[in-house]
């Protein structure tokens, strides 16, 4: 069963326009990690952000926020005002358990900034 | 630029070769790891190397051998690949110890390797 389910697949905006990027996770365990990486055209995962379990609290970090809710098991990334440097492959992740560092992957949702 | 270095960055070969991927970063990092990632497809882990012992093997076929020969180096042999392991390979590295737990992985640009 895929734990990490990203539904969109390719998303498509104007630049300076919003584009939230929806994520669901599954998982038993209690303790668990989810992040965000950025896959550019050039290749590398850059990571974004991290959140584990016992902290819901959601934040704004420059033009990304993030909407983690443990009732709907989801953890929905945002970037404000998109730029063309946004254009790239964005995965949503989860790693179970304290101590693991197995990534579980969504299958990416492909963003592309039309200027 | 990434902390993580992988050379080569292209690599063509034949079904009969035997090439090498390299990966090495000087973070500190004692946990390494190798990801294969298939065109518009998610990465797949293939190996962990912690502590420079390998720690999993995701059963990945025995032409793909790894070798963390110290702390900071990483490599992938590649010995009688098939057309279908053509594919982005990608390295990461991560602390490891208490207060590293579950930390984020830093990636490498990747070798986009052609089997042909």
């Known amino acids: 069963a895929q734990k990490v389910t990203q539904a969109q697949t390719e998303i498509s905006v104007v630049e300076k326009e919003d584009v939230t990027l929806d994520c669901v996770y599954e998982t038993r365990d209690t303790t668990y990690y989810l992040f965000w990486y950025k896959q550019p055209p050039s290749g590398e995962l850059v990571f974004l952000i991290r959140?584990?379990?016992?902290?819901?609290q959601n934040e704004i970090s420059g033009r990304y926020s993030w909407n983690f809710q443990k009732s709907t098991s989801s953890f929905n990334f945002t970037i404000t005002a998109s730029q063309v440097v946004d254009s790239a492959v964005y995965f949503c992740a989860l790693s179970e358990g304290y101590g693991n560092n197995r990534l579980a992957f969504g299958k990416g949702n492909q963003v592309v900034v039309i200027p | 630029d990434t902390e993580v270095t992988q050379t080569p960055k292209h690599l063509v070969m034949g079904m009969t070769n035997k090439k090498s991927l390299k990966c090495e970063q000087h973070m500190g990092h004692r946990a390494m790891y190798w990801y294969k990632q298939k065109a518009k497809k998610p990465p797949e882990l293939m190996f962990v190397?912690?502590?420079?012992?390998?720690?999993i093997n995701e059963s990945v076929p025995s032409r793909f051998s790894p070798e963390c020969p110290n702390s900071s180096l990483l490599n992938l042999h590649l010995h009688a690949l098939q057309p279908e392991d053509s594919a982005l390979y990608l390295c990461?590295?991560?602390?490891?110890?208490?207060?590293?737990?579950?930390?984020?992985?830093?990636f490498g640009n990747g070798t986009r390797l052609t089997v042909t």
């Open positions: 190397y912690s502590y420079e012992k390998l720690s």
């Open positions: 959140r584990n379990s016992f902290d819901e």
């Open positions: 990461a590295s991560s602390p490891k110890g208490q207060g590293a737990y579950n930390s984020p992985l830093h």
